[in-house]
Nanobody
Framework: VQLVESGGGLVQPGGSLRLSCAAS????????MSWYRQAPGKERAMVAT????????NYADSVKGRFTISRDNAKNTVYLQMNSLKPEDTAVYYC????????WGQGTQVTVSS
């Protein structure tokens, strides 16, 4: 199993970023996927989850209405579109595979600052 995140960076408050997670080594369309984030000094927390076929999603209250999780099963990729970013969204963002004990990507840094 391999999960490789990309798309992080530095953005001003109110800006947007789209994160991608390219998956390999398993049957991608068979499993739920999530995005988590971990800010300095805080525990890792779920941001958004999407079911295997993409028909259902779930979001943390703090990102509802601003973030959108999606997936392209033909490309074995899950995305996180982040709009109206706030400084409190600054964190390392991780892709997570809901399979067995679970699998994590290496993370991508998102910094929201003026």
């Amino acid at each position: 199993v391999q999960l490789v995140e990309s798309g992080g960076g530095l953005v001003q408050p109110g800006g947007s970023l789209r994160l991608s997670c390219a998956a390999s080594g398993f049957t991608f369309n068979g499993y739920r996927m999530s995005w988590y984030r971990q800010a300095p000094g805080k525990e890792r927390a779920m941001v958004a989850t999407i079911t295997s076929a993409g028909g259902s999603t779930n979001y943390a209250d703090s990102v509802k209405g601003r973030f959108t999780i999606s997936r392209d099963n033909a490309k074995n990729t899950v995305y996180l579109q982040m709009n109206s970013l706030k400084p409190e969204d600054t964190a390392v963002y991780y892709c997570y595979l809901h399979r067995g004990v679970g699998y994590w990507g290496q993370g991508t840094q998102v910094t929201v600052s003026s």
